[in-house]
Nanobody, 127 residues
């Protein structure tokens, strides 16, 4: 049974940093990709970043490039999202999600391809 558990959210001042963790179980990461999504109140859920288990390829939304870094410990089936230079507009519930590995880069943020989701962790950035 697949399980995804996020942690590491909290309250931080603008310009600060947080590291989110996604502890996953029940699958072999090299056959999958894990994405980070976020959803602010009243807004659509959007893709933030993704990492592919087979080769470690990473993908980022334009809004977070240069500020966020995704990484993985494949042996532990754990994915991290290091978030630096946080802005108030980064405030949201952050979710990790699992999908089968993909071959087309444009498809990484397609929420409909993700089959399993964690419970979410709140990130609040104050101004």
């Amino acid at each position: 049974e697949v399980q995804l558990v996020e942690s590491g959210g909290g309250l931080v001042q603008a310009g600060g940093s947080l590291r989110l963790s996604c502890a996953a179980s029940g699958f072999t990461f090299e056959d999958y990709a894990i994405g980070w999504f976020r959803q602010a109140p009243g807004k659509e859920r959007e893709g933030v970043s993704c990492i592919r288990g087979s080769d470690g390829s990473t993908y980022y939304a334009d809004s977070v490039k240069g500020r966020f870094t995704i990484s993985s410990d494949n042996a532990k089936n754990t994915v991290y999202l290091q978030m630096n230079s946080l802005k108030p507009e980064d405030t949201a519930v952050y979710y990790c999600a699992l999908r089968r590995s993909f071959g087309s880069d444009y498809d990484w943020a397609n929420i409909y391809e993700y089959d399993y989701w964690g419970q979410g962790t709140q990130v609040t950035v104050s101004s």
